[in-house]
């Protein structure tokens, strides 16, 4: 069984793909940002609560400030990249569930009138637009540089408000020199897929 999908897309988006390390100065335009984004948002989310908010460091002052909360190892990386993006989980997400589920938008109430439980779809939902998103990066010929190795409640307080959620931060932009560590493994089908 072949899959539909082109081979060099195949490749793209996942057998070729690699989180890049390195960049060139090559700028990430507002216009890439907007097809990405405008291609990612299709992804499916539950209730199609589309939690996912995308803070773009452009400014060399933010960039800065946004440097000074990243892991050691990963500070040279975001200091360099073209673009730097803060992604987050809105909790607030169900104010948008009228408009973005309006055959059941008592859907808001009935479900997410609680902070917890806001958290917890917003934060998974979020997760699989951040997924989507690193996907978009690739279909539009750019290296994602996605890291978790940072200062949650540091990028929280410097960029978001108590209604956002950091998940990860992505290095945006062409792959420069030896932008590539070797690929790791990968688990086989048999060791991931269970027929019950």
């Not at 195949?10 to 070729?16: G, I, S, V």
């Not at 990963?74 to 987050?88: D, E, G």
């Not at 996907?135 to 540089?145: C, K």
Request: aromatic share 8%; glycine share 6%; proline share 9%.
């Amino acid at each position: 069984m072949s899959l539909v999908l082109d081979p060099a897309a195949q490749d793209l988006l996942f057998r070729e793909a690699r989180t890049a390390n390195t960049f060139t100065d090559e700028p990430v335009t507002e216009g890439q940002v907007q097809a990405i984004y405008d291609l990612v948002k299709y992804g499916p989310t539950a209730f199609n609560q589309s939690p996912l908010r995308i803070t773009l460091v452009r400014s060399p002052e933010a960039r800065e400030r946004l440097v000074r909360h990243m892991a050691e190892g990963n500070q040279p990386k975001t200091a360099t990249a073209p673009l730097v993006a803060i992604l987050s989980a809105d909790n607030e997400f169900h104010e948008e569930l009228p408009t973005l589920f309006p055959h059941f938008p008592q859907a808001k109430d009935v479900f997410f009138s609680e902070r917890p439980a806001r958290e917890g779809a917003a934060a998974l939902n979020a997760a699989l637009q951040a997924a989507y998103f690193i996907i978009g990066v690739r279909a539009a010929g750019l290296a994602a540089g996605p890291m978790t190795g940072l200062d949650f409640e540091g990028v929280r307080k410097e960029f978001l408000d108590d209604d956002h959620t950091p998940l990860m931060v992505v290095n945006i932009g062409r792959p420069g020199p030896d932008a590539w560590f070797p690929r790791s493994p990968r688990l086989a089908y048999d060791d991931v897929v269970t027929t019950v």
